[in-house]
């Protein structure tokens, strides 16, 4: 919360007040559900593609699991 008011205070002439602080907090935490697919989706495309020993399936599942923890709490507000 400090990192984003200190941001948008050095984005904007005025001081942010707490509204403005929230939204963007918020908006961060819904793009988080987009970074939690793309890695997910990463993770399935390169337990196909790569020979190297990682786990990707799991790496996949968590990050999918990550998601739909998420989603409903972060769509719903």
Do not use: C, M
């Not at 961060?28 to 020993?53: C, F, P, Q, R």
């Amino acid at each position: 919360k400090r990192f984003v008011k200190t941001y948008l205070s050095n984005s904007v002439s005025e001081e942010p007040d707490a509204e403005e602080v929230e939204n963007l907090l918020q908006s961060i935490e819904k793009y988080t559900l987009a970074s939690h697919l793309v890695w997910g989706l990463w993770g399935i495309i390169s337990d196909h593609v790569n020979d190297i020993d990682f786990d990707y399936k799991e790496y996949a599942r968590q990050r999918f699991e990550q998601y739909w923890q998420k989603k409903q709490a972060l769509l719903t507000s």
